[in-house]
Nanobody, 122 residues
Framework: QVQLVESGGGLVQTGGSLRLSCAAS????????MGWFRQASGKEREIVAA????????YYVESVKGRFTISRDNAKNAVLLQMNSLKPDDTAVYYC???????????????WGQGTPVTVSA
């Protein structure tokens, strides 16, 4: 298992930006694809973005394409999510995880961390 700690969330106005960070423990981080996920109140968790172990391939859910950018630094065991042009519909708790299966039919590898809340005000 890998321990995952998300940070960087907060309250932002529509059109604003946030940069989320995910710090992962463990030696196998660089062998895995990683994903960012979100869960809004009353809704199921969904994948937002994913990145291949060597950053060669990326995936974005349609609703964030052109606004969010996923990146990773394997030397630091970190995955980042740059979120621009935020909308109220982006309000959710955001999580990262290792991917056991590539999206859209994703499957997470590890137990979920605490997540980091993002609130976008209208």
């Amino acid at each position: 298992q890998v321990q995952l700690v998300e940070s960087g969330g907060g309250l932002v106005q529509t059109g604003g930006s946030l940069r989320l960070s995910c710090a992962a423990s463990g030696r196998t981080f660089s062998n895995y694809a990683m994903g960012w996920f979100r869960q809004a109140s009353g809704k199921e968790r969904e994948i937002v973005a994913a990145i291949w172990f060597n950053s060669a391939s990326k995936y974005y859910v349609e609703s964030v394409k052109g606004r969010f950018t996923i990146s990773r630094d394997n030397a630091k065991n970190a995955v980042l999510l740059q979120m621009n042009s935020l909308k109220p519909d982006d309000t959710a708790v955001y999580y990262c995880n290792r991917l056991a299966a590539w999206p859209p039919g994703w499957r997470a590898e590890d137990a979920w961390g605490q997540g980091t809340p993002v609130t976008v005000s209208a």
